[in-house]
């Protein structure tokens, strides 16, 4: 089936460890992001990509890394550095830079423990 | 930035009624999506409409880009309809893709 596949779907980290997220997608979108949501809130962008190799910081992109070494993966990785991590993370493609039609994974909740 | 404003921030329904969610935003944008977010979290895109009106079953959306707003109509309400729905929004002449998202209309249908 095609789709945005993310894992793990719960991950429990101790403060000072950093954590991957992994997010694959089998559309062949160029256009990969990231998204923190906060209970109650909307969704903030912490990343996006446009092409392989290349990526540019969101509105909240302190305490994350990202890297874009093949067209179909996008992993985000919780540092240490980030104050605040726990939260719902969704991973997103789309077809344009533009953004078009933008079609998200299930989420992955990451909880500090 | 742009300021994207939905409400109601809650609505109860009972099952078959109809609704209007509205969606408000600052500037001119060049792109506008709908999303439901159901229990589980899952966000399903409804609509992409930056302007027009487009229907799909039992919803409908409206976006005046003129007067910027958006709505979204849902008749007949199902308790599977109940979740967060969203507005989101690209602006100005960016083009890059940051979708700016309100924060959302809760909407619970009952039996």
């Known amino acids: 089936d095609g789709g945005i596949t993310q894992s793990p779907k719960y991950l429990f980290r101790k403060e000072g460890q950093n954590v991957t997220l992994s997010c694959e997608q089998n559309?062949?979108?160029?256009?990969m992001y990231w998204y923190r949501q906060d209970p109650g809130q909307g969704l903030r962008l912490i990343y996006y990509?446009?092409?392989?190799?290349?990526?540019q910081k969101g509105d909240i992109a302190e305490g994350y890394s990202v890297s874009r070494e093949k067209k179909e993966s996008f992993p985000l990785t919780v540092t240490s550095a980030q104050k605040n991590p726990t939260a719902f993370y969704l991973c997103?493609?789309?077809?344009?830079?533009?953004?078009?039609?933008?079609?998200f994974g299930e989420g992955s909740w990451l909880t500090v423990v | 930035g742009i300021q994207v404003e939905q409400s109601p921030p809650d609505l109860i329904l009972q099952e078959g009624a109809n609704s209007t969610l509205r969606c408000n935003f600052s500037?001119?944008?060049?792109?506008l999506q709908w999303f439901h977010q159901n229990p589980w979290g899952q966000l399903i895109n409804l609509f992409y409409?930056?302007?027009g009106t487009k229907q799909n079953g039992r919803l409908s959306a409206t976006t005046v880009a003129t007067e910027r707003y958006s709505l979204l109509y849902i008749s007949s309400s199902q308790t599977t309809d109940s979740g967060v729905y969203f507005c989101?929004?690209?602006?100005?002449?960016?083009?890059?893709?940051?979708?700016?998202f309100g924060q959302g209309t809760t909407l619970q249908v009952k039996p």
């Open positions: 997103a493609s789309s077809w344009t830079y533009s953004g078009n039609t933008i079609y």
């Open positions: 559309l062949n979108h160029d256009a």
């Open positions: 990509s446009q092409i392989v190799n290349d990526f």
């Open positions: 500037d001119s944008v060049n792109n």
């Open positions: 409409i930056p302007s």
């Open positions: 989101a929004v690209v602006y100005g002449s960016s083009n890059t893709g940051k979708l700016i």
